[in-house]
Structures are given as C-alpha cells and as structure tokens.
C-alpha cells in the first residue's frame, strides 16, 4: 500500500465548474500537509499548506481530517490555467517530502 | 532571485554508463533534497543534506547512487553502471532553514538510459 494515495484522474470538466480532489494518507505520525501543482514537464510547486482547522486561498480550500488521515482540496470556478496534475504531499518529520502519485485535472472551454 | 538550477536538463546515457546530476540550490538555502521521479508518478524522496552533512539517505535505491555537497551548497548526485529502471526525472529541492520550510524545487534533469 502507498503511504498518500489519490485517484490518478483525469478529471475533465468545463471552465466555472467546482472540482473536489481527496487523499489518504497511511502515516499516523505525518505531522504536515501539502498539495502540490505540478504543470507538464515542470517542477512541482508550493499550491498551499493543509491545516486541520481548513484554510482557504481564493478559489482553493484545503481541508485534514487527521482522525480518518483524509485531505481534500476543493476547486472552485475553475479556469483553464487550473489544468495540471495536483500532488497530495505528506511530511514524516520536517525534510522529507513523501508524494502521491498525483491527480490530473483538465480544464476545457 | 534564482531560483534552485540543475544541470544538465537532458542526459541520455547508455546502460553501464555513469552520470553526474548537478544542483546550485538557492543562494544561502541551508537544507537540499533529491528526488526521483518515474513517469506517472510522484516524486520519491532520495536523500537530504543539511549543509554539507547528508543526514538521510535511506531513498537512495541501491549503492549505485551516490550524493554529495562537499562545500554545502552546489550537489551532485552520481549514479553508477546505469540501468533502464534509472530512467527519470531528477528533481532537487532546497530550504532556507533546516526544518519546516517551504521546499523550492529546480527544474529537473530528466535522464533516459537506453
């Protein structure tokens, strides 16, 4: 078993739609949550941090349920920039990153 | 600023031969991470430095890898004898402080071995 896992998509839907994406993790001892985008052929990059009391970033919200070890990230009025693959990321301790496989979403007019 | 650079961003190597992966990471960034990413996956941690000391290498996948950063700051992660499964995406990542810190990821080298 994975130690994050998430359904690999892809997601398709039109521009304006509400996209839900959702990991598990299996580390009780994880002790910080991320969702990383990671565009084609590029590096991955800092979306935002999850916080168990949910925290929101313009049409990003991020939320942790450390009881069932469950994070989603919500998407709303989605723009085609959106499109891209979307990491779950936990960390064991404070350096080392541990990925899902990612979750592919694709935007269309 | 620069942001973390890594070189080269191509290397096409054939099986048996050795590469030499570079990592500048951002200027005063005390911790470094390597990775590796296969295709349709993410990526999976490697090893990590923190200044020139290498305090976690327990990703590297075999004693083929290899990783330095003698003067803690510039990396080089070496892989021996290369095998088809090496084949890859190699990212490095770099943090100012030594926990807790956002990590800032370079490029990438993406190495195909034939």
């Known amino acids: 078993r994975k130690e994050v896992e998430q359904d690999p998509g892809p997601f398709n839907v039109p521009e304006g739609a509400t996209v839900a994406f959702n990991c598990t993790y299996s580390n009780s001892a994880s002790q910080s949550f991320f969702w990383y985008r990671q565009d084609c052929r590029k590096e991955p990059k800092l979306l935002m941090s999850v916080y168990s009391s949910g925290n929101e970033d313009g049409r990003f919200t991020a939320q942790l349920n450390r009881a069932s070890q469950y994070i989603s990230l919500l998407i709303r009025d989605s723009k085609l920039s959106d499109s891209a693959t979307y990491l779950c990321?936990?960390?064991?301790?404070?350096?080392?990153?541990?990925f899902g496989t990612g979750t592919r979403l694709l935007v269309s007019p | 600023g620069a942001g973390v650079s890594q070189s080269p961003r191509y290397k096409v190597a054939k099986r048996g031969q050795d590469v030499a992966l570079r990592c500048d990471p951002i200027s005063g960034h005390v911790s470094l991470f390597w990775y590796q990413q296969a295709l349709g996956q993410g990526p999976e941690f490697l090893t990590y430095?923190?200044?020139?000391?290498?305090?976690?290498k327990s990703g590297l996948p075999s004693d083929r890898f290899f990783a330095e950063r003698p003067e803690g700051s510039v990396s080089t992660l070496k892989i021996q004898r290369t095998q088809q499964e090496d084949s890859a995406v190699y990212l490095c990542a770099s943090t100012l402080a030594e926990a807790g810190e956002t990590q800032y990821f370079g490029p990438g080298t993406r190495l195909l071995v034939l």
């Open positions: 990321v936990v960390s064991l301790g404070f350096q080392k990153l541990v």
């Open positions: 430095f923190q200044n020139e000391a290498q305090l976690d």
